[in-house]
Structures are given as C-alpha cells and as structure tokens.
C-alpha cells in the first residue's frame, strides 16, 4: 500500500500506486492521480483532474491543479497532466485550463524549479527546465528541450521551438525559433544554443543545416518573405531545419523574435 502519512489528507476518491509515497501534510483531492513511485512532499497539494505519471517527484509546498489566474473563467472541469519523471521542486505552481475538459501540460523529464509558474492552458514538452521564478503566462508552448533561466517572464500565447535557452529576468513578448538564445528585456536572439545542441549530440551535418537556416531567416537586410522563400528553396534541396523553420515563422500568431536592439 501507499506509505501515507498519518498527517496526509488524501480523499478516498484518489488513486494512488501502491509504492507512492505521501509527506505530512500533504493534500491529494478525490479525482486525482499519482503513478509508480511518486513522490509527494510535505505541504504539497494536488487538486482534483490531477494526473501524475510514473515517477514523479512533488516538493515541498508545490501546488499542482488550482484553479486559473484567469478573469475570464467561470468554473468547470479541467486538468493536469504531469509527465513520467518529471520533478517539481518547492512551491512550484501548475494551474488547470480555463476551458472546461482541457489540460494543461507537462512533459516527461521535465524540472521546474522552486516558485516557478504554470499557467493555464500551458504545453510543456519533454525535458523542459524552469529556473527558480520563472513564469509562464496562459497559452504558452514549449516544445522539447526549452530551458528557461531564473525569474524569466514569457507573455500568454508566445511559443519556444526545440531547444531554445531563455536568458535570466527576460521579458519575451514574441514566439522564439528553434534552437535560438534568447535574452533582454524585451527578449532578442543572439545566435543559435550552440552548446544545447552539442549536448543533444546533434549530428555535425544537422548542426551546418540548422546554421544556414538561422543565416537564412536573420541574413542582414533581407524581407521576412524573401528569407521564408529562400528557406523553401532550401527545404526542397535537402535541409529539413529551413523547412523547419519556415513553418515554425508561417506558424507564429505573435510575430518572431529576431537579433538586434529591439528584438522586434
């Protein structure tokens, strides 16, 4: 059976494995749950819709599931999903949707680290970091292997491609192409995560591909349409990081980020 704390609250309408592991004081909700060996911390507290896969790790205080920061929300079923591995360290939030029967979501592996912020409708994918502080607006998508620095702010709907390492204290206002470094207050780009995608033991060849499609997009003096045909061109000779860019661009509800002053 689970090894609950005698200090524990957890309703009976949660399922938990039986080698979960419950702090005191720690609060589960009916509707909830927790896989495999999970771990829950003291004072930490899973509100119904809740859904931890196997092996995820609750510190001490976080709260996963509340309802939405959002003025707009007037109640309804919702949810979390928390993906296996995954570690939420101390005082760390994660809001349910807004729209009733959606989830927000976290990936596999990921950490988010203490006091850091998930809001509402957030997608979060595989391997994602959060720093101490940082915070996600509403709607904000992540893709695999984002890595946001301490007490970094990224406005609602702004999307991150693969990869893509986000400087401490930024203010990103716009959507951040894969594989890029972003910085400042508003966020620019200043080149490509070169030593990310050393320790995602990126091919040498994938590595060149994904340099002449950042060239291509940020070339001094070239139209964003201009840039975007040339990267289809390139996509049609053999490089699958142009057309990966190309969409993730043709995609962009917000606009991009680009390098200079402004970021703009």
């Known amino acids: 059976m689970a090894q609950i704390h005698p200090g524990a609250f957890v309703d009976a309408g949660a399922k938990l494995a039986d080698d979960v592991v419950v702090g005191p004081g720690a609060v589960i909700e009916a509707g909830v749950a927790v896989g495999a060996r999970g771990r829950v911390g003291p ?39 928390i993906g296996p591995q995954t570690v939420i360290r101390e005082y760390a939030t994660v809001h349910r949707c807004s729209e009733p029967g959606a989830v927000t979501r976290v990936g596999a592996d990921c950490m988010l680290m203490a006091t850091s912020h998930v809001a509402h409708e957030c997608v979060l994918g595989d391997g994602v ?11 904000v998508t992540l893709a695999d292997g984002v890595f946001v620095s301490g007490h970094a702010q990224i406005h609602q709907f702004v999307r991150a491609g693969p990869l893509v390492m986000i400087g401490g204290g930024s203010k990103v206002l716009k959507d951040l192409p894969p594989y890029c470094v972003a910085d400042g207050h508003p966020a620019r780009l200043f080149g490509l995560n070169s030593i990310g995608l050393r320790r995602a033991a990126f091919a040498p060849e994938r590595v060149q591909a994904i340099k002449e499609a950042y060239r291509t ?48």
């Open 43 to 81: 004072h930490a507290v899973l509100h119904r819709g809740t859904t931890l896969a196997d092996e995820v790790t609750v510190a001490v205080g976080a709260v996963i599931g509340g309802a939405p920061q959002d003025v707009k929300f007037s109640g309804g079923e919702s949810g979390v999903t």
């Open 129 to 139: 970091i959060l720093a101490n502080g940082a915070t996600l607006a509403g709607h």
């Open 217 to 264: 997009l940020f070339g001094a003096g070239v139209q964003l349409e201009a840039a975007l045909t040339s990267l289809d061109r390139l996509g049609r000779n053999g490089n699958p990081s142009a057309a990966e860019f190309a969409a993730f661009v043709r995609a962009s509800e917000r606009g991009i980020a680009r390098p200079g002053r402004s970021g703009g």
